[in-house]
C-alpha cells in the first residue's frame, strides 16, 4: 500500500488540537495551563518534524511508503519506465534489504522473458518504507558519477556502458519519485549488439533544488512498447 507520512502528520496536528480545546472548557489554573501548553509544543515538534532516508534512493519519493518491495518495484517500472511491470520474485538479503529483476514480457506463445535489471531496494525511513535504491545491469550501467554522490546544480558528465536496438541508448535525470519531473533527457548511441559500448553524455541539472535528490537512468531501446529494455538507474545528491 502507497501511503504518504504527511496524511499521519496532520491527523496528529488535528488531535493536539482537539485535546486543546479540551482544556479551556476546564478553565485550569495558571501552573497547570503552563505545563499543558508546553507538553502540546513539544509533541507537535516531534510528530510534524520532517526526517530524511538514510541513504539517498531513486524512488520513490522520501515521504511515501510502500509496505512491500513488490509495490515499491512495480511502481517503478511502471511509472520511471512506463511499462506494464513483469518482475522476478523478491531476493531477500539481509533482513532489510533485497533484490527484484525486471523482466521483458517476451514474445511468441510460449515467451522467454529475459532480465533487463535489477532493482536493489532498502527498507528506510522512519516508516520502514521500501525504497529502490540503485538499478544494474551490465548492458546499461553508470559509472561515474558514483551512487550517492554530491553533484551541482550544472552540467553533469555522465559516462557508462550500454547498448541498445539500432545503438540507441537514452539517459535521463529526474527528480527522485516523480518520473515527470525531468530535469534533462540525452539521446546517444551504445552496442548495438549484444556486447555494450560505453558513452558519455552532459545532462544539464541546473533545474535542480539544493539537497535535492535526482535520479541518473540510462535505458537501451528495443523497438517494443512493453518491453522495458536494459536500464541501470543510480541516485545523486544537489550540493546545497
Not at 496528529?12 to 479551556?24: F, P
Request: proline residues 8%; aromatic residues 4%; charged residues 20%.
Amino acid at each position: 500500500m502507497r501511503t504518504t507520512r504527511s496524511t499521519a502528520a496532520l491527523i496528529a496536528v488535528a488531535l493536539l488540537a482537539l485535546v486543546g480545546c479540551g482544556d479551556d472548557d476546564d478553565e485550569p489554573d495558571a501552573t497547570t495551563t503552563t505545563s499543558t501548553t508546553s507538553t502540546t509544543v513539544d509533541t507537535t515538534t516531534s510528530t510534524t518534524a520532517p526526517a530524511g532516508l538514510e541513504q539517498p534512493a531513486v524512488w520513490p519519493a522520501a515521504d511515501v511508503v510502500f509496505g512491500t518491495p513488490e509495490e515499491a518495484a512495480e511502481d517503478f517500472v511502471q511509472e520511471a519506465l512506463g511499462v506494464p511491470p513483469v518482475l522476478g520474485d523478491f531476493q531477500q538479503g539481509d533482513a532489510r534489504s533485497g533484490e527484484v529483476e525486471v523482466l521483458s514480457p517476451g514474445e511468441g506463445a510460449t515467451p522467454n522473458p529475459v532480465v533487463r535489471g535489477r532493482l536493489l531496494l532498502r527498507q528506510l525511513g522512519p516508516d520502514d518504507g521500501w525504497f529502490v535504491v540503485s538499478a544494474v545491469n551490465p548492458n546499461a550501467s553508470i559509472t561515474t558519477p558514483d551512487a550517492g554522490s554530491d553533484v551541482p546544480a550544472a552540467p553533469l558528465t555522465v559516462n557508462g556502458q550500454a547498448r541498445g536496438f539500432e545503438a540507441n541508448v537514452v539517459v535521463r535525470a529526474f527528480v527522485a519519485g516523480d518520473a515527470s519531473a525531468e530535469l534533462d533527457q540525452v539521446v546517444t548511441t551504445g552496442g548495438a549488439m549484444e556486447a555494450p559500448e560505453p558513452y558519455t553524455v552532459t545532462l544539464d541539472l541546473a533545474g535542480a533544488e539544493p539537497d535535492q535528490v535526482v535520479a541518473l537512468l540510462v535505458r537501451g531501446g528495443t523497438g517494443l512498447e512493453t518491453d522495458p529494455g536494459d536500464f541501470g538507474a543510480v541516485p545523486v545528491v544537489i550540493g546545497g
